[in-house]
């Protein structure tokens, strides 16, 4: 194999790389009893409220039951007496005693049912979604105040009674789905004196929150409202329709909130039934957060020790060494803005395949792990690597690697700011990292060979090995069924899933009904298990914050360790297993590699890829026959790589490339913008689209502006294949119009104001779920009373102002002359609705509470004006208006920069644009703080210090600590840019040369004609002549 | 609706002191939360490992810890908390003992008694 063209340098960019940050400051043991509190009481108290429809949603009525055991011991009715008027309170007396239910207000139910009874009775307290309900039941609310070690910071703190002996209410929001809940320690002494005396410390309770909502997630691995929950557990009282919350409380709307609890109840008795099935005895349901929780809970029933505690004391710097070399899944596009015919094709369940390829399982059950040195083994891997070498199962037992290189054009993944102010994205790119050596895995190496033709310069390589295998391991019955169960000390468990839910998957075609669904239940449970625990727990990190930054000592891979002080503690999750994280991933991306240069080597293209799957594109001028051909042949090269005992293909040909009707196969064409945005679809005989599969991805935060039943009847009726899975009825119809658009020849315009609700404003729906949210409207919250205010977990709704909402007002000269009043941006907000247009008719500004016209506010068309332009920043031919082949840039590695856990906080980010202070940042390392601030200094003197500020964007006093390394200034000299450095450099070059070739011509036509005459000549004074001729000939001197 | 007597609170707030939803005695079949406490095995301030016992038990438990060696300010602190750990377990496995003797007894006695009418 020859080298590949190597392209020129096109990029000077500061690497981010996943450092391992630990906290200097160790852990106080807590005085607290080692006993852990008994699980929940067999009490129950589910309840639910209904409230107001403006910003505040301020609490209407509430219904609750009160349970023991499966008994009903109370139910009933709250209310809040503000909330409700006298009619309103008659219509609900009635209702409850013709019902025999208790009526309370909501200081009664706060102190009678929800403390004496569920606080004091330790009952389990359930609610769907149920962070909303207890924020509507407060009566004031706070950021939860907690000691630096505790986890609760970032959530909010509500008092629910007026009672002081009763404890606050801490939430913490952690997703979409998930929340910690819990009771805040009680005032007073919680000790007995007799206690305290003996030194026994009782834990506060902390009471048991159930959130319906959480554990169907878990259970499931997908969301639900309530309404599809009840429908897909089939419940005997499913949710009732009702959409009529604005108008009075009648026996309707009570009836409604009276069978909402009900039907949470019939859920959470189904999902507990469900949950004890999969025989987790120790897993309950108020800890189910997350299918994750469910893997970790398999584990622990197998008696796996985590890694962690096996080996507490593992190297800080082979940790760090680890850490440098994770990156995500690869997500790319080749073949950008250009109709071609595709065949998608899809790695058989990529995570847990590669895990059995390279016999993970060993590490997880293994006593620790241990190291040596591989240099001369992983130089000879990467000589004989190759496509044949890759087909041998056993090679990739091999791959157990972490190799040190000198990289110099060789194409790795590079994790760095492509675009100005953007976050940092991973691109497969060519890499010259100069002097600074980087490790990267095995598997990341041989696949630079594949792409680039040349192996990389090997320094150094590690072999990890698994250390001996752990006691104590217990074998499980997956699911709760014994046909399904896994020894650990004998199975290979990703083995052993896959296969069960293949052979679960096969038997369920010949099956119908209820043996189908139960069948698909468990064909779910094994998907669940194999993909909760064979990637996500290993690199499970989460970030808290802290009340004030605290020393931190960062462990780097291209640097010694260093303090640094920041207020985001990273602090790992139980199964943490960086080495395991990184090796499945950099071994999913050599599958995508080897599918790369398969594609590259059978004379094809690719359209994209996505971190398990393939767009194999035909080239034009092939036949389809051949094409088909050639992508079989890829595919069947794959099936030597198949570790399971049923056989085929790893490399699967997905359903998309076949009818909708016959299911046989179907020419499939794909239009791909930028990574994860694409779509994927068939052409009738008219050349119209048929939608097979499209992409949401940066459409999620907009809501609907219609859905299926008043969409514009142009398009066909998306089959349903294509919906579910986060794309909506919307989405398939805005692509099917950039498609059209393609193929009408004319793929810049797309018409995008086909339907009357995309001329309306864009709205997104936001939560204020952080205290830090909430803080939005402080404005619009002061001086109202608390029941009106916008309080945590309120349903808002966001919108945008247009770029130039005041452009009618014409510009007035002699107002110009005068200061410029600071104009306050406007950012309009809106109380939730679903009938967005009575939404944006009363948006208002969140800061001021003015309403906001609706002619300011950004439309959908506005919104979507350039998202079929969407660049593609890591590669080259990506901007907005370029199309084709995207080519990978050829970057210089100009600096590290140190970086925690990047996708911190995306949810929030997602809906609110990207905050570069969401992921934890630890700065560049000493020697590149100590370059830039010199590159700096000549800057300034060369510059000036006002310019050199405004062109960095950061102020004067901030450049002064800066070039003065002043304490912890690493962390804003990583947020200059490398590249405006190097621009600014080029321009101090370009304009010292002018400067001395002025130099020279003015001193040679003053030496000529003199002073004066030269100074006549140009037109200046002499005695300014002099001084610009002492300026040039020292311009440091200035 | 009224609230659960007292006794409900009573009985949440014992069975959270002793840790468990389904208390048992360590050395008897009691299971009678009000009889329930819960047992230092190496005597108070040694160590804080505790088992739930009933008050007879407890009360012969904490009788036998009267004899152990008293305190001995100059002894390893380590060895000697393990020491008296040990010997409490030992009164635990002790009083278990005689409970399986009463019931080996209780069965010998039983398997003597004449069958009853309708017996095989």
Redesign the interface.
């Known amino acids: 194999m020859t080298a590949n063209s190597i392209p020129p340098i096109s990029d000077h960019l500061a690497l981010s790389l996943r450092a391992f940050a630990e906290s200097t400051i160790p852990k106080q043991p807590k005085k607290v ?7 929940a ?3 129950t108290l589910v309840f639910d409220t209904e409230t107001t429809t403006d910003a505040g949603q301020s609490l209407r009525i509430g219904t609750y039951q ?1 349970r023991q055991a499966d008994d009903l ?2 139910a ?1 009715v709250f209310f809040d007496p503000e909330g409700v008027t006298d009619a309103e309170l008659q219509t609900l007396k009635s209702y409850t005693d013709a019902r025999g239910l ?1 009526l309370l207000t909501r200081d009664e139910f706060a102190d ?1 049912i929800f403390y ?2 569920a606080y ?3 009952a389990n307290i359930i609610g769907f979604n149920l962070p909303f309900d207890i924020s509507r039941i407060a009566i004031r609310h706070g950021s939860a105040r907690s000691n630096k070690y505790q986890d609760m910071r970032g959530g909010f703190t509500f008092k629910i009674s007026k009672q002081k002996i009763y404890p606050n209410c801490q939430v913490k929001h952690l997703s979409r789905n998930c929340s910690f809940i819990r009771f805040a320690s009680p005032m007073g002494q919680r000790d007995a004196r007799g206690e305290r005396g ?2 026994l410390y ?1 834990r506060p ?1 902390r009471g048991h929150f159930v959130d319906v909502k959480t554990l169907a997630n878990a259970l499931f691995a997908r969301g639900f409202s309530l309404a599809d929950l009840s429908k897909f557990l089939k419940v005997e009282n499913p949710k009732l329709d009702f959409d009529d919350f604005a108008g009075p409380v009648t026996d309707t709307m009570i009836e409604y909130a009276v069978r909402d609890v009900q039907t949470t109840w019939e859920c959470y008795l189904e999902l507990t039934e469900r949950l004890a099935a999969l025989g987790l005895p120790k897993l309950v349901p108020e800890k189910a957060y997350s299918e994750a929780s469910i893997g970790k809970a398999y584990l622990k029933e197998m008696g796996i020790i985590p890694w962690q505690q096996c080996q507490p004391q593992f190297p800080r710097q082979i940790l760090a060494n680890i850490m440098s070399t994770y990156f995500g899944g690869r997500s790319e596009v080749r073949i950008r803005r250009e109709l071609r015919q595709v065949m998608m094709c899809d790695f058989l369940s990529m995570y847990p395949t590669v895990c059995t390829l390279m016999g993970l399982w060993n590490f997880v059950i293994a006593d620790g792990m241990t190291t040596q040195d591989a240099t001369a083994e992983a130089k000879a891997i990467l000589e004989n690597a190759d496509l044949d070498w890759l087909q041998q199962p056993q090679s990739w037992r091999q791959l157990t690697m972490l190799v040190r290189v000198k990289a110099q054009g060789d194409i790795f993944p590079v994790r760095a700011a492509y675009s100005e102010g953007e976050q940092s994205t991973i691109g497969l790119n060519y890499l010259t990292s100069g002097d600074t050596p980087l490790w990267f895995t095995l598997a990341d190496c041989i696949a630079s060979k594949l792409l680039a033709g040349k192996a990389p310069e090997v320094l150094e390589a590690v072999m990890f090995m698994p250390g001996e295998m752990q006691t104590g391991l217990r074998p499980v019955n997956v699911g709760g069924n014994a046909d399904y169960r896994v020894d650990p000390t004998k199975d290979d468990l990703y083995k052993r899933l896959i296969e069960l839910r293949y052979s679960v998957k096969v038997s369920m075609k010949s099956k119908s009904g209820d043996d189908f669904a139960a069948m698909d239940t468990e064909q779910n449970a094994l998907k669940i298990f194999a993909n909760a625990t064979s990637y996500g727990i290993f690199v499970e990190i989460n970030v808290n914050r802290r009340a004030v930054p605290v020393p931190t000592i960062v462990h780097s891979a291209t640097s010694a360790p260093f303090n640094f002080s920041t207020d985001k503690a990273e602090e790992t999750g139980p199964y943490f297993h960086p080495l395991l994280a990184t090796l499945i991933t950099g071994a999913a991306r050599l599958m995508l590699a080897i599918a790369e240069r398969q594609v590259t080597d059978s004379g094809l293209e690719w359209s994209f890829c996505d971190t398990d799957s393939i767009a194999i594109a035909k080239p034009d001028e092939m036949d389809r026959e051949q094409f088909a051909a050639k992508v079989h042949d890829i595919v069947s090269w794959f099936e030597a790589l198949n570790p399971y005992d049923f056989g085929g293909s790893i490399l699967k040909i997905e359903p998309e490339n076949h009818a909708l009707e016959t299911g046989n196969p179907e020419p499939l064409y794909c239009w791909a913008v930028s990574a994860k945005r694409y779509a994927l679809f068939n052409l009738d005989s008219d050349d119209a689209p048929i939608m097979r599969k499209v992409s949401a991805h940066g459409l999620g935060h907009l809501r609907p502006p219609f859905d299926e039943t008043n969409a514009p009847d142009d398009m066909p009726k998306a089959h349903h294949s294509v919906l579910g899975k986060g794309t909506s009825y919307w989405h398939v119809d805005l692509w099917w119009r950039i498609v059209r658009a393609a193929i009408a020849g004319t793929p810049n315009q797309v018409p995008l104001g086909y339907h009357a609700a995309m001329l309306r404003p864009a709205i997104s729906r936001y939560g204020a779920t952080s205290p830090d949210l909430l803080r939005w409207f402080k404005g619009y919250n002061a001086n109202r009373k608390y029941r009106d205010k916008v309080k945590p977990f309120g349903f808002l709704l966001s919108m945008s102002v247009k770029l130039f909402p005041n452009s009618e007002v014409i510009l007035d000269l002699a107002a110009c002359a005068k200061r410029r009043k600071k104009v306050r941006p406007v950012k309009p907000a809106a109380a939730y609705d679903t009938d967005y247009a009575k939404a944006a008719a009363s948006a208002f500004c969140r800061e001021s509470g003015e309403p906001v016209p609706s002619e300011m506010l950004k439309t959908y068309v506005e919104t979507l004006a350039q998202y079929h332009l969407h660049p593609e920043s890591k590669f080259l031919n990506g901007s907005y208006g370029e199309k084709g082949t995207t080519l990978r840039r050829h970057v210089q590695m100009s600096g590290v920069c140190n970086i925690g856990k990047e996708s911190n906080d995306w949810e929030t980010q997602a809906v609110l644009g990207f905050d570069p202070e969401a992921a934890p940042d630890y700065g560049v390392t000493e020697s590149d703080q100590l370059a830039i601030i010199a590159r700096l200094r000549v800057l300034s003197k060369s510059l000036g210090a006002g310019k050199l500020a405004t062109a960095l964007g950061v102020s004067t006093a901030k450049l002064s600590n800066i070039i003065l390394n002043k304490s912890n200034s690493r962390r804003p000299v990583s947020t200059i840019s490398a590249r405006v450095i190097l621009g600014l450099e080029k321009d101090a070059e370009v304009s010292a040369k002018q400067m001395q070739s002025e130099s020279l011509e003015l001193n040679l036509a003053s030496k000529r004609d003199g002073l004066r005459e030269t100074a006549r000549k140009h037109g200046i004074d002499p005695s300014n002549l002099r001084r610009r001729l002492k300026l040039l000939s020292n311009p440091e001197g200035r | 609706m009224t609230n659960p007597s007292a006794y409900e609170r009573r009985k949440q707030l014992r069975l959270e002191k002793l840790g468990s939803n389904n208390p048992v005695c360590g050395t008897c079949p009691e299971r009678d939360w009000r009889c329930l406490e819960l047992h230092h095995v190496a005597d108070q301030g040694r160590d804080d490992l505790t088992v739930i016992s009933c008050r007879n038990c407890h009360r012969r438990l904490s009788d036998d810890q009267k004899d152990h060696p008293v305190f001995n300010p100059s002894a390893d602190p380590m060895l000697d908390r393990i020491g008296h750990f040990l010997l409490g377990l030992a009164d635990l496995l002790k009083l278990i003992i005689e409970r399986l003797y009463t019931f080996a007894h209780m069965l010998i006695e039983r398997a003597a008694l004449p069958e009853k009418d309708g017996a095989a």
């Open positions: 009893s080692k006993k852990r509190p008994p699980f009481s067999e009490w009160l011991y109370g009933g208790s009678q004496d009874m004091q009775l330790r003996r030194g009782n309770r």
